[in-house]
Protein backbone atom coordinates (compact mmCIF):
# COMPACT_ATOMS: atom_id res chain seq x y z
CA UNK A 1 0.00 0.00 0.00
CA UNK A 2 1.26 3.73 -0.91
CA UNK A 3 1.69 6.86 1.47
CA UNK A 4 -1.79 8.23 0.35
CA UNK A 5 -3.50 5.01 0.44
CA UNK A 6 -2.33 4.65 3.96
CA UNK A 7 -2.82 8.08 5.08
CA UNK A 8 -6.50 7.31 3.72
CA UNK A 9 -7.38 4.63 5.24
CA UNK A 10 -5.87 5.92 8.59
CA UNK A 11 -7.92 9.22 8.66
CA UNK A 12 -11.02 7.44 7.58
CA UNK A 13 -10.75 5.07 10.60
CA UNK A 14 -10.32 7.90 12.76
CA UNK A 15 -13.92 9.83 11.64
CA UNK A 16 -15.24 6.10 12.02
CA UNK A 17 -13.72 5.85 15.63
CA UNK A 18 -14.77 9.21 16.42
CA UNK A 19 -18.47 7.95 15.86
CA UNK A 20 -18.00 5.23 18.31
CA UNK A 21 -17.03 8.15 20.78
CA UNK A 22 -20.52 10.49 19.90
CA UNK A 23 -22.07 6.55 20.85
CA UNK A 24 -19.77 6.18 24.20
CA UNK A 25 -20.83 10.00 25.05
CA UNK A 26 -23.59 9.85 27.04
CA UNK A 27 -25.02 13.37 27.30
CA UNK A 28 -26.29 14.17 23.84
CA UNK A 29 -24.49 17.78 23.11
CA UNK A 30 -25.46 20.27 20.30
CA UNK A 31 -23.92 19.01 16.97
CA UNK A 32 -22.44 22.70 16.97
CA UNK A 33 -20.86 22.05 20.97
CA UNK A 34 -19.46 18.63 19.18
CA UNK A 35 -17.68 20.18 16.32
CA UNK A 36 -16.42 23.24 18.47
CA UNK A 37 -14.90 20.65 20.48
CA UNK A 38 -13.36 18.83 17.92
CA UNK A 39 -11.52 22.18 16.37
CA UNK A 40 -10.58 22.62 19.70
CA UNK A 41 -8.49 19.52 20.03
CA UNK A 42 -7.59 19.70 16.21
CA UNK A 43 -6.03 23.11 17.16
CA UNK A 44 -4.21 21.39 20.20
CA UNK A 45 -2.89 18.46 18.62
CA UNK A 46 -1.29 20.85 15.84
CA UNK A 47 0.37 23.04 18.82
CA UNK A 48 1.60 19.49 20.36
CA UNK A 49 4.57 19.67 18.09
CA UNK A 50 7.62 17.43 17.99
CA UNK A 51 11.09 17.77 16.86
CA UNK A 52 11.95 20.80 14.32
CA UNK A 53 11.58 19.74 10.45
CA UNK A 54 15.53 19.99 9.97
CA UNK A 55 16.03 17.35 12.61
CA UNK A 56 13.28 15.19 11.44
CA UNK A 57 15.50 13.07 8.68
CA UNK A 58 17.68 12.23 11.49
CA UNK A 59 15.53 11.29 13.80
CA UNK A 60 13.54 9.09 11.15
CA UNK A 61 16.94 7.03 10.13
CA UNK A 62 17.29 6.70 14.26
CA UNK A 63 13.71 5.38 14.82
CA UNK A 64 14.61 2.69 12.22
CA UNK A 65 17.09 1.43 13.64
CA UNK A 66 15.57 1.68 17.16
CA UNK A 67 12.48 -0.40 15.73
CA UNK A 68 14.95 -3.13 14.32
CA UNK A 69 16.10 -3.91 18.14
CA UNK A 70 12.77 -3.37 19.48
CA UNK A 71 10.30 -6.32 20.51
CA UNK A 72 7.71 -6.63 17.75
CA UNK A 73 4.29 -6.99 19.26
CA UNK A 74 0.82 -7.03 16.94
CA UNK A 75 -2.90 -7.59 17.63
CA UNK A 76 -6.57 -6.46 16.50
CA UNK A 77 -7.09 -4.57 19.18
CA UNK A 78 -3.64 -2.32 19.10
CA UNK A 79 -4.67 0.92 18.34
CA UNK A 80 -0.94 2.43 18.27
CA UNK A 81 2.40 2.11 19.55
CA UNK A 82 4.26 5.52 20.67
CA UNK A 83 7.46 5.56 20.13
CA UNK A 84 10.03 8.61 21.14
CA UNK A 85 11.87 7.13 24.30
CA UNK A 86 15.32 5.81 24.19
CA UNK A 87 14.56 3.82 27.54
CA UNK A 88 12.03 1.58 29.47
CA UNK A 89 8.79 3.75 30.11
CA UNK A 90 8.36 3.12 33.81
CA UNK A 91 4.75 5.68 34.56
CA UNK A 92 2.07 7.45 32.20
CA UNK A 93 -0.77 8.92 33.33
CA UNK A 94 -3.56 10.88 31.57
CA UNK A 95 -4.53 14.97 32.12
CA UNK A 96 -8.03 15.22 33.34
CA UNK A 97 -8.82 17.24 30.89
CA UNK A 98 -8.44 14.05 28.99
CA UNK A 99 -6.13 15.98 26.07
CA UNK A 100 -2.81 14.81 27.13
CA UNK A 101 -0.88 11.31 28.10
CA UNK A 102 2.46 11.81 30.06
CA UNK A 103 5.15 9.53 30.13
CA UNK A 104 8.49 8.92 31.83
CA UNK A 105 11.63 6.81 30.90
CA UNK A 106 15.36 6.23 32.27
CA UNK A 107 16.15 7.86 29.17
CA UNK A 108 16.13 11.27 31.27
CA UNK A 109 12.57 12.78 29.66
CA UNK A 110 9.33 12.93 30.29
CA UNK A 111 7.44 13.07 26.75
CA UNK A 112 3.74 14.81 26.62
CA UNK A 113 1.78 13.09 23.97
CA UNK A 114 -1.50 14.18 22.63
CA UNK A 115 -4.14 11.51 22.61
CA UNK A 116 -5.99 13.62 20.00
CA UNK A 117 -2.94 11.75 17.90
CA UNK A 118 -3.65 8.09 19.04
CA UNK A 119 -5.19 7.00 15.79
CA UNK A 120 -2.63 8.88 13.52
CA UNK A 121 0.15 7.34 11.26
CA UNK A 122 2.66 9.70 13.40
CA UNK A 123 2.68 9.91 17.26
CA UNK A 124 4.01 13.18 18.04
CA UNK A 125 5.36 14.24 21.45
CA UNK A 126 6.88 17.25 23.48
CA UNK A 127 9.95 16.63 25.43
CA UNK A 128 10.82 17.72 29.48
CA UNK A 129 14.46 16.79 30.43
CA UNK A 130 15.32 15.69 33.61
CA UNK A 131 18.48 17.37 34.89
CA UNK A 132 21.56 15.34 35.91
CA UNK A 133 18.89 12.64 37.09
CA UNK A 134 15.28 10.61 35.61
CA UNK A 135 12.12 10.32 36.89
CA UNK A 136 10.78 6.89 37.43
CA UNK A 137 7.14 8.45 38.32
CA UNK A 138 4.97 11.37 36.62
CA UNK A 139 1.57 12.53 37.64
CA UNK A 140 -0.34 15.41 36.20
CA UNK A 141 -1.70 18.44 38.56
CA UNK A 142 -5.50 18.37 38.50
CA UNK A 143 -5.18 21.50 35.96
CA UNK A 144 -3.35 19.49 33.33
CA UNK A 145 -0.63 22.81 33.49
CA UNK A 146 1.86 20.97 36.19
CA UNK A 147 3.34 17.62 36.84
CA UNK A 148 5.00 16.32 39.17
CA UNK A 149 7.94 13.35 38.97
CA UNK A 150 9.70 11.20 41.57
CA UNK A 151 13.78 11.00 40.83
CA UNK A 152 15.28 8.15 40.55
CA UNK A 153 18.57 9.45 42.05
CA UNK A 154 17.57 12.22 43.62
CA UNK A 155 14.83 9.80 45.91
CA UNK A 156 11.91 12.78 46.28
CA UNK A 157 9.65 14.80 44.26
CA UNK A 158 9.95 17.30 41.72
CA UNK A 159 7.34 19.42 40.14
CA UNK A 160 7.41 20.82 36.87
CA UNK A 161 5.18 24.06 35.20
CA UNK A 162 4.06 23.70 31.87
CA UNK A 163 4.45 26.98 30.09
CA UNK A 164 2.56 27.67 27.30
CA UNK A 165 4.12 29.62 24.44
CA UNK A 166 2.75 32.29 21.74
CA UNK A 167 2.84 29.42 19.97
CA UNK A 168 0.50 27.08 21.63
CA UNK A 169 3.22 24.54 22.40
CA UNK A 170 5.01 24.29 25.96
CA UNK A 171 7.85 24.36 27.39
CA UNK A 172 8.85 22.87 31.30
CA UNK A 173 10.42 25.02 34.00
CA UNK A 174 11.64 22.74 37.09
CA UNK A 175 10.31 23.95 40.23
CA UNK A 176 13.30 26.09 41.82
CA UNK A 177 14.06 23.00 44.81
CA UNK A 178 13.12 19.53 44.89
CA UNK A 179 11.16 18.43 47.61
CA UNK A 180 13.04 17.32 51.29
CA UNK A 181 14.04 13.52 51.23
CA UNK A 182 11.52 11.62 53.44
CA UNK A 183 11.31 8.19 52.01
CA UNK A 184 14.11 5.22 53.13
CA UNK A 185 12.36 2.39 51.01
CA UNK A 186 12.04 2.32 47.07
CA UNK A 187 9.63 4.09 46.00
CA UNK A 188 5.93 2.42 44.97
CA UNK A 189 3.84 5.38 43.51
CA UNK A 190 3.02 9.05 44.08
CA UNK A 191 0.12 11.50 43.03
CA UNK A 192 -1.82 14.70 43.43
CA UNK A 193 -5.51 14.72 44.60
CA UNK A 194 -8.19 16.26 42.04
CA UNK A 195 -9.34 18.66 44.43
CA UNK A 196 -5.48 20.47 44.32
CA UNK A 197 -5.75 19.69 48.39
CA UNK A 198 -2.36 17.24 48.78
CA UNK A 199 0.22 15.06 47.17
CA UNK A 200 0.88 11.26 48.57
CA UNK A 201 4.15 9.61 47.99
CA UNK A 202 4.05 5.70 48.92
CA UNK A 203 7.11 3.32 49.52
CA UNK A 204 7.92 -0.35 49.55
CA UNK A 205 8.48 0.02 53.64
CA UNK A 206 4.92 0.80 55.41
CA UNK A 207 5.23 4.29 55.11
CA UNK A 208 2.85 7.29 53.08
CA UNK A 209 3.25 9.98 53.20
CA UNK A 210 0.60 13.21 53.12
CA UNK A 211 2.23 16.78 51.25
CA UNK A 212 1.34 19.77 50.38
CA UNK A 213 1.70 21.19 47.29
CA UNK A 214 5.01 23.04 48.18
CA UNK A 215 6.68 20.15 49.78
CA UNK A 216 5.81 20.78 53.64
CA UNK A 217 4.89 16.99 55.11
CA UNK A 218 1.02 17.44 56.44
CA UNK A 219 0.72 13.60 57.72
CA UNK A 220 2.57 9.82 57.67
CA UNK A 221 0.54 6.90 57.16
CA UNK A 222 2.12 3.56 58.83
CA UNK A 223 -0.38 1.14 56.49
CA UNK A 224 0.86 -1.72 59.24
CA UNK A 225 0.85 -4.10 55.76
CA UNK A 226 4.37 -5.33 56.14
CA UNK A 227 5.48 -4.32 53.15
CA UNK A 228 3.20 -1.97 51.06
CA UNK A 229 3.12 -3.30 47.56
CA UNK A 230 0.50 -0.70 45.74
CA UNK A 231 -1.27 3.00 47.02
CA UNK A 232 -2.97 5.90 45.27
CA UNK A 233 -4.94 8.41 45.50
CA UNK A 234 -8.83 7.61 44.84
CA UNK A 235 -10.36 9.87 41.56
CA UNK A 236 -12.59 12.11 43.70
CA UNK A 237 -9.58 13.36 46.16
CA UNK A 238 -10.93 12.10 49.07
CA UNK A 239 -9.11 9.15 50.20
CA UNK A 240 -5.60 7.54 49.91
CA UNK A 241 -5.66 3.58 49.90
CA UNK A 242 -2.63 1.38 50.44
CA UNK A 243 -2.60 -3.15 50.19
CA UNK A 244 0.60 -5.23 50.53
CA UNK A 245 1.48 -7.99 52.04
CA UNK A 246 -1.96 -8.21 54.44
CA UNK A 247 -4.80 -9.25 52.43
CA UNK A 248 -7.01 -5.91 53.42
CA UNK A 249 -6.44 -3.15 51.23
CA UNK A 250 -6.86 -0.42 54.02
CA UNK A 251 -8.15 3.26 52.73
CA UNK A 252 -8.06 6.69 54.34
CA UNK A 253 -9.59 9.52 54.37
CA UNK A 254 -7.42 13.00 54.13
CA UNK A 255 -9.60 15.33 55.66
CA UNK A 256 -9.39 19.09 55.48
CA UNK A 257 -11.49 21.89 56.68
CA UNK A 258 -13.79 24.10 54.84
CA UNK A 259 -11.07 26.78 54.75
CA UNK A 260 -8.82 23.96 52.71
CA UNK A 261 -7.06 23.39 56.07
CA UNK A 262 -5.61 20.15 56.60
CA UNK A 263 -7.06 18.71 59.38
CA UNK A 264 -6.27 14.76 59.77
CA UNK A 265 -6.50 11.21 58.50
CA UNK A 266 -9.32 9.36 59.23
CA UNK A 267 -8.96 5.29 58.76
CA UNK A 268 -12.42 5.07 56.70
CA UNK A 269 -12.92 1.60 55.50
CA UNK A 270 -11.50 -1.45 54.39
CA UNK A 271 -11.54 -3.93 51.82
CA UNK A 272 -11.84 -7.57 53.39
CA UNK A 273 -11.92 -10.70 51.39
CA UNK A 274 -8.68 -11.58 49.71
CA UNK A 275 -6.81 -15.09 51.20
CA UNK A 276 -3.43 -13.41 50.51
CA UNK A 277 -1.57 -10.37 49.84
CA UNK A 278 -2.74 -7.70 47.15
CA UNK A 279 -0.46 -7.05 44.71
CA UNK A 280 -2.71 -4.19 43.11
CA UNK A 281 -6.34 -2.23 42.99
CA UNK A 282 -7.61 0.69 40.68
CA UNK A 283 -10.97 3.01 41.37
CA UNK A 284 -13.86 3.77 38.78
CA UNK A 285 -14.06 7.53 37.79
CA UNK A 286 -16.30 8.36 40.56
CA UNK A 287 -14.41 6.10 43.01
CA UNK A 288 -17.56 4.08 43.77
CA UNK A 289 -16.25 0.70 42.09
CA UNK A 290 -12.55 -0.42 42.94
CA UNK A 291 -10.91 -3.37 41.59
CA UNK A 292 -8.14 -5.44 43.39
CA UNK A 293 -6.04 -8.29 42.39
CA UNK A 294 -4.32 -10.70 44.70
CA UNK A 295 -1.88 -13.47 45.20
CA UNK A 296 -4.87 -15.70 45.82
CA UNK A 297 -5.64 -15.92 42.25
CA UNK A 298 -7.98 -13.76 41.83
CA UNK A 299 -9.27 -10.05 40.62
CA UNK A 300 -12.31 -9.06 43.07
CA UNK A 301 -14.65 -6.09 42.06
CA UNK A 302 -16.18 -3.70 45.20
CA UNK A 303 -18.96 -1.27 45.79
CA UNK A 304 -17.37 1.43 47.43
CA UNK A 305 -19.78 3.81 47.30
CA UNK A 306 -20.51 3.69 51.26
CA UNK A 307 -21.23 5.95 53.91
CA UNK A 308 -18.39 4.63 56.04
CA UNK A 309 -19.24 7.16 59.06
CA UNK A 310 -22.86 5.32 59.34
CA UNK A 311 -20.66 2.37 59.45
CA UNK A 312 -21.74 1.38 56.25
CA UNK A 313 -18.98 -1.37 55.03
CA UNK A 314 -18.01 -1.59 51.18
CA UNK A 315 -19.41 -4.71 49.50
CA UNK A 316 -18.06 -7.67 47.14
CA UNK A 317 -19.69 -7.37 43.65
CA UNK A 318 -17.53 -10.61 42.34
CA UNK A 319 -14.55 -12.38 42.43
CA UNK A 320 -12.92 -13.88 39.60
CA UNK A 321 -10.12 -16.23 39.28
CA UNK A 322 -7.19 -14.57 36.87
CA UNK A 323 -2.95 -14.91 36.29
CA UNK A 324 -1.26 -12.62 38.41
CA UNK A 325 2.04 -12.72 39.81
CA UNK A 326 4.44 -10.18 41.79
CA UNK A 327 4.09 -6.86 39.73
CA UNK A 328 0.83 -7.34 38.50
CA UNK A 329 -1.42 -4.24 37.99
CA UNK A 330 -4.89 -3.63 37.91
CA UNK A 331 -7.24 -1.08 35.95
CA UNK A 332 -10.81 -0.14 36.19
CA UNK A 333 -12.43 1.72 32.95
CA UNK A 334 -14.15 4.84 33.90
CA UNK A 335 -17.49 3.75 33.47
CA UNK A 336 -16.58 0.87 36.05
CA UNK A 337 -17.49 -2.30 33.41
CA UNK A 338 -14.11 -3.35 32.18
CA UNK A 339 -11.60 -4.86 34.32
CA UNK A 340 -8.23 -5.11 33.18
CA UNK A 341 -4.90 -7.11 34.87
CA UNK A 342 -1.69 -7.25 34.49
CA UNK A 343 0.93 -10.61 34.34
CA UNK A 344 4.17 -10.11 33.96
CA UNK A 345 4.23 -9.26 29.74
CA UNK A 346 0.57 -10.29 29.13
CA UNK A 347 -3.05 -8.52 29.74
CA UNK A 348 -6.45 -9.91 30.47
CA UNK A 349 -10.18 -7.68 29.40
CA UNK A 350 -12.55 -8.79 31.61
CA UNK A 351 -16.42 -7.87 31.52
CA UNK A 352 -16.94 -6.69 35.24
CA UNK A 353 -20.19 -7.48 35.77
CA UNK A 354 -20.37 -11.24 34.22
CA UNK A 355 -16.23 -12.04 34.90
CA UNK A 356 -16.29 -13.40 31.59
CA UNK A 357 -12.59 -13.06 29.77
CA UNK A 358 -13.27 -11.10 26.95
CA UNK A 359 -9.24 -10.39 25.55
CA UNK A 360 -6.14 -11.65 25.99
CA UNK A 361 -2.83 -9.96 24.88
CA UNK A 362 0.64 -11.75 25.43
CA UNK A 363 3.71 -10.34 25.31
CA UNK A 364 2.73 -7.18 24.80
CA UNK A 365 6.06 -5.80 26.13
CA UNK A 366 9.57 -7.26 26.71
CA UNK A 367 10.11 -5.80 29.80
CA UNK A 368 6.76 -6.94 32.79
CA UNK A 369 4.27 -4.24 32.38
CA UNK A 370 5.30 -0.89 34.48
CA UNK A 371 2.07 0.72 34.11
CA UNK A 372 -1.53 -0.01 32.76
CA UNK A 373 -4.24 2.60 32.80
CA UNK A 374 -7.80 3.97 30.68
CA UNK A 375 -7.76 7.10 29.10
CA UNK A 376 -10.46 9.82 30.65
CA UNK A 377 -12.97 8.86 27.80
CA UNK A 378 -12.61 4.99 28.06
CA UNK A 379 -11.94 4.37 25.03
CA UNK A 380 -8.62 3.65 25.21
CA UNK A 381 -6.24 1.22 27.57
CA UNK A 382 -2.43 1.92 27.75
CA UNK A 383 0.55 0.29 29.06
CA UNK A 384 4.05 0.47 28.98
CA UNK A 385 7.21 -1.68 30.40
CA UNK A 386 9.53 -1.34 27.80
CA UNK A 387 10.38 1.24 25.40
CA UNK A 388 7.41 1.80 23.18
CA UNK A 389 3.86 2.61 24.73
CA UNK A 390 1.01 0.13 23.12
CA UNK A 391 -2.39 2.05 22.83
CA UNK A 392 -5.24 -0.54 22.44
CA UNK A 393 -8.95 -0.20 21.97
CA UNK A 394 -10.89 -0.84 24.21
CA UNK A 395 -13.37 -3.01 22.40
CA UNK A 396 -15.14 -4.90 25.37
CA UNK A 397 -16.67 -1.37 26.13
CA UNK A 398 -17.73 -0.29 22.37
CA UNK A 399 -19.38 -3.44 22.76
CA UNK A 400 -20.98 -2.74 25.91
CA UNK A 401 -22.00 0.94 24.54
CA UNK A 402 -23.79 -0.89 21.83
CA UNK A 403 -25.86 -3.39 24.16
CA UNK A 404 -26.68 -0.44 25.75
CA UNK A 405 -28.16 1.21 22.86
CA UNK A 406 -30.14 -1.74 21.49
CA UNK A 407 -31.53 -2.29 25.43
CA UNK A 408 -32.72 1.49 24.63
CA UNK A 409 -34.12 0.47 21.30
CA UNK A 410 -36.37 -1.84 22.52
CA UNK A 411 -37.69 0.32 25.74
CA UNK A 412 -37.81 3.51 22.84
CA UNK A 413 -41.13 4.56 22.62
CA UNK A 414 -41.21 7.42 19.87
CA UNK A 415 -40.62 6.57 16.20
CA UNK A 416 -37.73 9.46 16.27
CA UNK A 417 -36.06 8.23 18.68
CA UNK A 418 -35.89 4.45 17.12
CA UNK A 419 -34.85 5.60 14.09
CA UNK A 420 -31.73 7.79 15.60
CA UNK A 421 -30.87 4.45 17.79
CA UNK A 422 -30.96 2.03 14.87
CA UNK A 423 -28.38 4.78 12.83
CA UNK A 424 -26.46 4.84 16.13
CA UNK A 425 -26.52 1.32 16.41
CA UNK A 426 -25.42 0.36 13.11
CA UNK A 427 -22.88 3.42 12.80
CA UNK A 428 -21.26 2.20 16.08
CA UNK A 429 -21.09 -1.62 14.37
CA UNK A 430 -18.88 -0.49 11.43
CA UNK A 431 -16.73 1.47 13.41
CA UNK A 432 -16.15 -1.40 15.59
CA UNK A 433 -15.89 -3.64 12.73
CA UNK A 434 -13.51 -1.56 10.78
CA UNK A 435 -11.48 -1.56 14.30
CA UNK A 436 -11.20 -5.25 14.47
CA UNK A 437 -10.66 -5.76 10.46
CA UNK A 438 -8.02 -2.78 10.40
CA UNK A 439 -4.23 -3.86 9.54
CA UNK A 440 -2.00 -3.25 12.53
CA UNK A 441 0.59 -0.78 12.41
C1 LIG B 1 15.29 -1.88 30.64
O1 LIG B 1 15.83 -2.07 29.36
C2 LIG B 1 17.00 -2.83 29.25
C3 LIG B 1 17.30 -3.01 27.80
O2 LIG B 1 17.13 -1.84 27.09
C4 LIG B 1 16.90 -4.15 29.97
O3 LIG B 1 18.13 -4.83 29.91
C5 LIG B 1 16.46 -3.94 31.38
O4 LIG B 1 16.34 -5.17 32.05
C6 LIG B 1 15.15 -3.20 31.35
N1 LIG B 1 14.47 -3.18 32.61
C7 LIG B 1 14.78 -2.43 33.66
C8 LIG B 1 13.85 -2.61 34.84
O5 LIG B 1 15.69 -1.66 33.71
C1 LIG C 1 9.84 -4.40 53.09
O1 LIG C 1 10.01 -3.39 54.07
C2 LIG C 1 11.30 -3.31 54.61
C3 LIG C 1 11.29 -2.25 55.69
O2 LIG C 1 10.15 -2.36 56.46
C4 LIG C 1 12.31 -2.98 53.54
O3 LIG C 1 13.62 -2.97 54.07
C5 LIG C 1 12.22 -4.02 52.43
O4 LIG C 1 13.04 -3.60 51.36
C6 LIG C 1 10.80 -4.17 51.94
N1 LIG C 1 10.71 -5.28 51.00
C7 LIG C 1 10.36 -5.16 49.74
C8 LIG C 1 10.26 -6.42 48.95
O5 LIG C 1 10.13 -4.10 49.24
C1 LIG D 1 -14.88 11.40 35.34
O1 LIG D 1 -15.03 12.31 36.43
C2 LIG D 1 -14.92 13.65 36.08
C3 LIG D 1 -15.00 14.49 37.32
O2 LIG D 1 -15.38 13.77 38.44
C4 LIG D 1 -16.00 14.01 35.07
O3 LIG D 1 -15.86 15.34 34.70
C5 LIG D 1 -15.87 13.10 33.86
O4 LIG D 1 -16.93 13.34 32.96
C6 LIG D 1 -15.90 11.65 34.28
N1 LIG D 1 -15.64 10.81 33.10
C7 LIG D 1 -16.32 9.70 32.83
C8 LIG D 1 -15.90 8.97 31.60
O5 LIG D 1 -17.22 9.29 33.51
C1 LIG E 1 -20.99 -7.69 30.36
O1 LIG E 1 -21.95 -8.70 30.15
C2 LIG E 1 -23.31 -8.28 30.26
C3 LIG E 1 -24.18 -9.52 30.12
O2 LIG E 1 -23.87 -10.25 28.99
C4 LIG E 1 -23.59 -7.24 29.18
O3 LIG E 1 -24.91 -6.78 29.30
C5 LIG E 1 -22.60 -6.10 29.34
O4 LIG E 1 -22.78 -5.16 28.29
C6 LIG E 1 -21.17 -6.60 29.32
N1 LIG E 1 -20.27 -5.50 29.56
C7 LIG E 1 -19.10 -5.39 28.96
C8 LIG E 1 -18.28 -4.23 29.37
O5 LIG E 1 -18.71 -6.17 28.12
Redesign the pocket.
Known amino acids: MDLSALIALTLLLGALIILVAFAVSKRRKEIGEEAAQEAEFAAEANAVKGPAPKKQKQEKQRNRKDKASQHSFSHPLLAASLKAHGGNVTCIDFSSNGKYLASCSDDRTVRIWSTKDFLEREHKSLRANVELDHATLVRFSPDSRAFITWLDYGDTIRVFKMIKKDDGTFTFKAAAEDFPKKHIAPILNIGIAETGKFIMSASTDTNIHIWDLRGEILASINTNQMNNSYAAISPCGRFVASCGFTPDVKVWEICFTKDKVFKEVVRAFDLKGHSAGVHAFAFSNDSHRMVTVSKDGTWKLWNTDVEYKKQQDPYLLRTVPCASSEGSLAALSPDG ?2 VAISNGCNVALY ?4 G ?1 L ?1 EEMTNVHSEEIADLRFDTTGRFLVSCGDKAIRVFHNA ?2 Y ?2 TI ?1 DMQDMLKKAQNEGMKQRLQKQIKEAQSALDAVLAAPVH
Open positions: RVNATTEEPGRAR
